[in-house]
């Protein structure tokens, strides 16, 4: 394999890639020496700071009214973060990466509040968004592998302060989700009778310490969970997905065609489940495709998007991919699948099969995988010890999303302390390549994980305010990274480059960043619409309607409270095409002459693969 098929052009490097490539070479050097020494040492010395964790600047985010681009834009370029995450690994974690109870557990009640028809719906208007989305930040991260990704990305093409508030939105939504996923797991496992006998606190202890052992083994230990956990959740999904076109065929043990008719109304018959199973009274189980109208549908916008929340991981992750020209790009070609296959297609089955009246989904057969609608629908087939084996796949998704919330939220801090919007004892990397203060903190907050032991009230009222913080604080994420690529493209035309020069473009273009947007900002409308009048908002006096109004929409406050404050101290400027930085952390891999030998390269293909090539 030549340097060039690589991903390397000798003499013509960034000054980023260069000072990085003399860091990986020290680094190499010195892992020969400590191969020498006992291992005990090497495991003790691997903790200790990184000698070569050095930028050659400072940023000025600690002076009043001044913040210095420049060496904020060097530090996340220039990064000590170990680059380990291969192709593979970046595949997964593009396709299946920190997919959990939002889609398996959650999308239950989502189907109960605004029925088949709004569930579709909504998730097929957070799927075009995210595809959009993800296209835009792949574009970005290819040209800047940099540290902390899309909130630096806020911070270098559209306003430091609003960087600040992206940075610490995205990293205080990882942080809180870490606890929410243990206690999760913890009320999966009570699917088990066995397991109900069981302190919850002893659960939830195993499952913390197993997801924080993971990120102590670094990015490789983060990129290899991932991976095998990725695996699982794809082929449980296109299994669920067989046995659901069966089932609703009527090839199921309990046999009967179902077709549509859970989308018709009042189509539910006497002889349904959860009328025979459950024990709910006869006709008290509605169906239709619509439930609450469009107020139904708006309130459905905040699942989809916790559902969808961590598929721009894979742009996070760049900094850490060992060749980000190469494995980014098909990474994220992987997400038009992940929104196809693990949404639309299985909750398309799901519809098919649960009606949205049944109580189950929402907790009245105990909670937890018993009201996941992937669940309820193969119990409602009467198969034996099938529910217990997606019981297991619900319990490995939430353990992944647990995996991602540590490494999402260390990463984030990380970055944000190297440019200068985070204590400095948070950019401290290790010689392994691992923020382990960030790590440490990240992990910390997972002892939040044991309010379970205060009983049932206590966790669901802590775990109903984790999500409130969780849930729509993806919404500002994902619109800033729209934003952010209109600003980068329209820096890339007013300082004289053109998309030749670029190794990878959005497949939804400029035109789809807009599309992005414009979407994330009328989900916004309506979910404040929601908020302030939920379904049901009659029957709610002051207190339970501001209640209901915070734990839908706490996340704005919490952007608007990081945002101003900065914005009126530091007096940071709004970014302008011709003062934004194109050039720092910039690798050699985007030349002219490499990009036109893969053009070439891809023009020689087959049909069949060069089609091939468009989604994969």
């Keep these: 394999m030549t340097d060039a098929e690589k991903g390397f052009v000798p003499g013509k490097q960034s000054s980023g890639s260069s000072d990085r490539n003399a860091r990986d070479a020290a680094v190499a050097t010195a892992g020969m020496d400590e191969h020498k020494a006992p291992w005990k040492t ?13 930028v050659t600047k400072t940023p000025l985010g600690n002076t009043r009214g001044e913040y210095d681009h420049q060496a904020a834009a060097e530090a996340t370029a220039n990064t000590t973060l ?63 592998p940099v540290a902390g990704s899309f909130s630096a990305y806020s911070t270098r093409f559209l306003d430091p302060a609003w960087g600040f508030a992206m940075g610490w939105n995205y990293a205080v939504q990882w942080l809180v989700v870490l606890p929410l996923e243990i206690v999760a797991a913890s009320i999966t496992l009570q699917y088990w009778p066995g397991a109900q006998d069981t302190n ?81 009274p006869a006709g008290s189980i509605a169906s239709g495709a619509f439930n609450h109208g469009f107020k139904g549908l708006c309130s459905v916008f905040v699942t989809a998007a916790f559902s969808f929340a961590g598929t721009e991981l894979v742009g996070l992750a760049a900094a850490e991919a060992q060749n980000p020209r190469k494995v980014l790009p098909t990474a994220i070609k992987q997400v038009f699948w992940r929104i196809c296959l693990f949404y639309m297609v299985s909750l398309t089955i799901v519809s098919v099969l649960v009606p949205y009246g049944d109580a189950r989904l929402l907790g009245s057969d105990g909670g937890g995988a018993k009201a996941s609608p992937f669940v309820i629908a193969i119990n409602n087939a009467g198969i034996s010890g099938l529910p217990s084996v997606m019981n297991v796949v619900i319990l490995i998704a939430v353990l992944s999303v647990g ?124 979910q404040f619409w929601t908020a302030i009048w939920p379904v049901g908002y009659a029957s709610l006096d002051s207190a339970g309607v501001a209640k209901s109004f915070f734990l839908a929409y706490l996340a704005a406050p919490v952007v608007i409270i990081f945002y101003i404050p900065y914005k009126i101290y530091y007096k940071t400027p709004f970014m302008t095409t011709s003062t934004i930085d194109l050039k720092t952390g910039r690798r050699d891999l985007d030349t002219p002459l490499l990009i036109q030998q893969e053009r070439e390269e891809y023009a020689k293909l087959p049909k069949w693969k060069r089609i091939y090539k468009i989604f994969c």
């Design 42 to 54: 090497r495991f003790v010395d691997s903790f200790k700071r990184d000698p070569n964790a050095t």
């Design 403 to 526: 995996n991602s919330s540590i490494y999402g939220s260390s990463r984030t801090l990380c970055a944000l302390a190297e440019q200068g919007q985070a204590p400095k004892i948070f950019a401290y990397i290790d010689r392994k390549g691992r923020p382990l203060v960030a790590i440490c903190v990240a992990s910390a907050l997972g002892l939040l994980c044991y309010v379970v032991a205060g009983g049932a009230d206590t966790a669901n009222t802590a775990l109903n305010w984790l999500y409130s913080l969780s849930g729509l604080s993806s919404i500002f994420t994902w619109g800033s990274i729209c934003l952010a690529h209109i600003r980068f493209r329209a820096a890339w035309k007013a300082q004289g480059h053109t998309l030749d020069e670029l190794a990878f473009t959005s497949q939804a273009g400029i035109i789809g960043s807009w599309i992005g947007f414009i979407l994330n900002c009328l989900v916004l409308v309506a």
């Design 200 to 280: 919850a606190a002893a659960w939830v202890t195993i499952f913390l310490v197993v997801i924080i052992a993971i990120n102590f083994f670094g990015v490789r230990g983060y990129g290899e969970a991932e991976f095998v956990f990725a695996i699982i959740k794809i082929t449980a999904v296109i299994g669920f997905i067989i046995l659901g076109i069966i089932l609703n065929c009527g090839g199921g043990p309990n046999g009967g065609y179902l077709g549509g008719r859970f989308w018709d109304s009042n189509s539910v018959p006497a002889d349904y489940a959860g009328y025979t199973k459950n024990g709910q």
């Design 82 to 144: 170990s680059r380990q995450l291969k192709g593979r690994h970046m595949q997964m974690i593009a396709i299946g990466g920190s997919i959990g109870t939002g889609l398996f557990v959650t999308s239950g009640a989502a189907l109960s509040t605004g029925g088949p028809a709004s569930l579709i719906i909504a998730f097929g208007i957070i799927g075009i968004m995210i595809f959009c989305t993800v296209q835009a930040l792949g574009e970005m991260a290819v040209v800047f």
